[in-house]
């Protein structure tokens, strides 16, 4: 049992493996183990006395040697002095040997070597008339041959023929002569064709082998492998032709491509583990033969794979993916089984053993890459024990290795199962995109859009879609890695980002689109018992707070994606490193196959963008030699990756606070509603002046400033009621969300409230001056805001809205002003103004009305005639006209 244990090493190409299946507990007692051990033991002790011995030989060796090269030099330079001497000598031994020479003597000589070349002549006349003599009988021999059915000595007699066609070169019988050797040979292939079929059908492998020389003597060798293989693939061809499948549109199919495929793989691998005893037995270069049986079978499938796989994706649509990945996992599986099969085939240093040597029948045998495979083999094998000469005690698998790679590196038979894949895998990006708007259209339907739905919920259904979301998108990491290896990590990124920005545009748009529904029943919000008092009724605050949780949510949204995102990034580190370590060991390889990564090398997925997003997740990337990593400035590691989608987290984010923004504003919109037709701007009622019927005594009076109107006290009232509602909310964690979106924030309000903000670079919300380098993307981290900063964001931005829409919507909707008017309009502005001011808001365009409007009326009608026609403010000209200065 030990010896059984130790010898069993030779089976193992690690020593690791080997010693970890040998101490398994169900395999080995503690008894045995002590053996083992013991034996191990007395093992290394012999090794070690061996590498003694060795280096003592080897001492002697190196000690004999440097004895003998002082010698060696001595002998060189004797022989040279003797070589030297010799040559002076030869002269004149020439000499003598002429001058002792009659004339006689001469003449016989010159004799002898005439006849001599007329000898030769003769002889090879005789052969060329020999040679053409036979072929005068070439046609009527073989032709017996054929009909005595001894067709090696048929094929003898075209070997032997075919070896003097050489003689009929550049003259006129060698056309006809070699017009005749074909018809002759396609004789004999035709009388051997049936009978090599039945062989063939029937495994008669000694006939079949002397068949192949047979067809290796008369050169067709080619079509002997034509017939071997053809009849040899009729089982799996028929197999895959009469395939009844889903995809294939026949009514009565119950399977799919991708149930369908491992099932003829196992079928195909069954036939390859039958030829890989017969054909050592047939063939004498197994590897090449198995590997040409692989490629013609597949290419010989009628539909094709490539057009099947096509079919699959037509019929599934976008889960057309899914099937796509079960299929090429399925070759990959099929394709690392074949490989240990030709691991086993090369293993066989003779591959015509099984058999007697092959006879020597005078034909040549068809050229191949045998040659090659000598040379090369040659060459591997002193690598192989250069490099692990080391481990050439444990067993012979060093040598029987280098056999293997340098026939396996050889052979294509592994192109033909991947080529297939290959331009669906470089549309990998569409067909992800494509899947993943489908999965959004499934995620969506339900819920959502619901208009029974209570609002309160869609906020929770919020979050439960994300949650489905995001696990859609990690199946897109597995499912990327098993179909592409990393390469297609570029279409990976954009089919998310796009995925997860168009499902949180649905979301948007939602928001953006639906009209407010009434919560049944009563709002249970202590805030809104505080602050019965203000202009807000029960729908009011139902959206208020409606609008708040799709805010909160938002946030949630935002950590699920950046946590998403991080999964991403660290997914396509391993890419990157995988691909830093493809391009640093030539043994290393990104794909399970060498060819793959070939294929995959040669594609468009291999491109300088590939490469580009690796250098931006990955800084080892860039320092061993990436495509950017030249660049000066370089790429900052924590760029974000799902760029739309951080901006769409955002948008709907602002969306949700232009709907809060909306509900707090409602009110004060409401008493602006009718404000523009107020029948005060018309009015000439002047208590200022004093004017006679005929107007032509005007008497001037002292005049105190006019009170503003209701409307614009409400609105006041409104405004400053504001900070109380904010402090009361202030701390929601949902309104310190996002604050970079929110509208008409002033910037000074966002720079105060620190450099990131959610996970958001603030320099894209702030002018040009109040950027700073430091404000680069950071993953989200959701900083504790003061509540204060948040209630002044706010606050700022209502009411720099509420101004915006004063002076942008209500004003310019006055049809005039009369100069009453104008006074009153001044008043009411100046109030307003003051109000703004007191938050903190300084707004260009009521500060432009407020000044204009105080104008009167002489001296606006001045200052629109002095002027500038290309330069008039529209506010003034806007102005000019309502109080009629622009008539005459």
Not at 4 to 27: F, Q, R, T, Y
Not at 134 to 161: C, G, H, P, Q
Not at 513 to 520: F, K, N, W
């Amino acid at each position: 049992m030990t010896e059984d244990i130790i010898s069993s090493v030779e089976n193992h190409d690690d020593l690791v493996a080997w010693l970890n299946d040998v101490i398994a507990v169900d395999k080995v007692s503690t008894q045995q183990l002590g053996e083992i051990d013991t034996l191990i033991s007395s093992l290394l002790t012999t090794l070690e006395v061996a590498c003694e011995d060795t280096s003592a030989q080897l001492e002697r060796i190196i000690d004999s040697t440097s004895r003998a090269v002082p010698r060696l030099v001595y002998d060189l330079h004797s022989m040279r002095d003797n070589a030297v001497a010799l040559q002076s000598t030869l002269p004149s031994l020439q000499n003598q040997s002429k001058a002792s020479t009659s004339e006689e003597t001469a003449a016989i000589l010159a004799e002898l070597r005439t006849l001599n070349l007329v000898k030769r002549n003769m002889e090879a006349a005789r052969e060329v008339l020999g040679e053409a003599e036979s072929w005068n009988s070439l046609e009527f021999e073989v032709t017996s041959f054929l009909a005595e059915r001894s067709y090696v000595r048929a094929a003898e007699r075209l070997s032997e023929a075919s070896k003097s066609m050489a003689v009929f070169q550049n003259t006129p019988e060698y056309d006809s002569r070699r017009t005749l050797m074909i018809n002759l040979q396609n004789q004999l292939e035709a009388s051997l064709s049936s009978a090599l079929i039945s062989a063939i059908s029937s495994h008669e492998l000694a006939v079949c082998k002397e068949y192949y020389h047979i067809f290796s003597n008369i050169q067709r060798e080619v079509e002997f492998r034509n017939y071997y293989h053809g009849a040899r693939r009729t089982e799996i061809v028929g197999l895959w032709q009469t395939a009844n499948l889903l995809e294939s549109g026949e009514s009565s199919a119950s399977r799919t491509m991708s149930s369908f495929l491992p099932e003829f793989y196992d079928s195909f691998l069954s036939l390859l583990e039958t030829e890989r005893l017969s054909i050592p037995q047939v063939f004498p270069d197994p590897p090449s033969t198995l590997s040409q049986f692989i490629t013609s079978t597949m290419s010989n499938l009628q539909p094709n794979v490539a057009h099947r796989l096509s079919s699959t994706l037509s019929y599934h649509g976008a889960a057309g993916l899914q099937e796509l990945v079960a299929c090429f996992k399925a070759t990959e599986h099929f394709v690392s089984r074949v490989e240990n099969l030709f691991e086993k085939i090369s293993f066989s240093s003779n591959p015509w053993s099984p058999l007697e040597s092959p006879p020597s029948l005078g034909g040549p045998v068809s050229p191949g890459p045998t040659p090659t495979h000598s040379r090369r083999r040659s060459l591997r094998m002193s690598i192989s024990w250069r490099s692990g000469g080391h481990r050439a005690s444990l067993s012979g698998l060093n040598v029987l290795k280098g056999k293997q790679d340098v026939i396996l590196d050889d052979l294509d038979w592994d192109q033909e199962l991947f080529q297939p894949f290959l331009p669906f895998q470089v549309d990998y990006g569409s067909l992800e995109k494509r899947f993943l708007q489908d999965a959004l259209q499934r995620l969506l339907v339900v819920g959502q859009h619901n208009s029974q739905a209570p609002k309160m919920d869609q906020s929770r259904l919020l979050r439960e879609k994300m949650v489905d979301a995001v696990q859609v998108a990690d199946a897109c990491l597995t499912r990327s890695g098993s179909l592409t290896y990393g390469y297609g990590s570029v279409g990976l990124v954009q089919a998310l980002d796009f995925f997860f920005s168009s499902f949180m545009a649905s979301w948007t748009k939602q928001v953006e689109l639906e009209p407010a529904t009434v919560l049944t029943g009563t709002v249970g919000s202590s805030s809104g018992q505080d602050l019965l008092d203000l202009d807000y009724t029960a729908r009011d605050w139902a959206d208020f707070q409606h609008s708040v949780h799709l805010l909160e949510s938002s946030r949630a949204v935002l950590e699920r994606l950046s946590a998403f995102e991080g999964r991403l990034r660290t997914t396509l580190i391993r890419f990157s490193a995988q691909f830093r370590a493809a391009r640093q060991d030539s043994s290393s390889t990104v794909t399970s196959s060498r060819r793959l990564d070939q294929l995959f090398e040669q594609s468009v997925l291999n491109s300088i963008d590939l490469q580009t997003l690796f250098d931006a997740v990955d800084p080892d990337s860039r320092e061993h030699g990436g495509a950017t990593s030249n660049k000066p400035s370089g790429v900052d590691p924590i760029t974000p990756l799902l760029v739309e989608a951080l901006e769409g987290v955002h948008k709907f984010a602002k969306s949700c606070q232009k709907s809060v923004q909306k509900t707090l504003l409602s009110p004060l919109r409401n008493h602006l509603s009718a404000y523009a037709s107020l029948a005060a701007w018309t009015s000439n009622d002047d208590k200022g002046s004093r004017q006679g019927a005929s107007g032509q005594y005007d008497l001037q009076v002292p005049t105190f400033s006019l009170s503003p109107t209701d409307t614009i006290q409400r609105v006041a009232d409104g405004l400053l009621n504001l900070p109380r509602l904010l402090e009361v909310y202030g701390e929601d964690n949902a309104l310190a969300f996002s604050l970079h979106t929110l509208p008409s924030l002033d910037p000074q309000i966002l720079a105060s409230l620190g450099a990131h903000v959610d996970g958001v670079s603030t320099e894209r919300a702030l002018p040009g001056h109040l950027r700073r380098p430091s404000l680069a993307y950071k993953p989200a981290s959701h900083p504790s805001l003061d509540p204060e900063l948040v209630a002044s964001a706010w606050l700022s931005s209502l009411s720099h809205s509420i101004v915006t829409h004063l002076t942008s919507e209500v004003l310019p909707s006055i049809p005039s002003l009369s100069p009453h008017g104008a006074g009153q309009l001044s008043s009411d502005l100046s109030y307003i103004s003051n109000i703004a001011s007191a938050m903190a808001v300084n707004h260009e365009s009521l500060e432009k009305w407020k000044q204009f409007t105080a104008l009167a009326d002489a001296e606006g009608r001045k200052t629109w005639a002095e002027r500038d026609s290309g330069a008039t403010d529209p506010i003034f000209g806007e102005i000019a006209r309502k109080r009629g200065w622009t008539v005459g």
